[in-house]
């Protein structure tokens, strides 16, 4: 039997959920790793600030 055959063998509202579960893991997925990417880039945003306010501290000092 192929997988084709297999899938249409299942009942519709098996097939819908898996669609849209499938759907949703793909789109919270989507949302979670564009949250991580941004939140690293404004680490290194800040990382970089924090090392040019240091730079300037220090040879303020001198």
Do not use: H, Q
Not at 37 to 48: G, I, P, T
Request: proline residues 2%; aromatic residues 6%; without cysteine.
């Amino acid at each position: 039997m192929s997988l084709y055959a297999r899938w249409m063998a299942l009942p519709l509202k098996v097939r819908i959920y898996i669609g849209v579960s499938t759907m949703g893991v793909a789109v919270l997925g989507d949302y979670v790793t564009s949250r991580i990417a941004s939140e690293m880039e404004a680490r290194k945003e800040l990382d970089e600030l924090e090392k040019r306010r240091l730079a300037t501290t220090t040879t303020n000092e001198k």
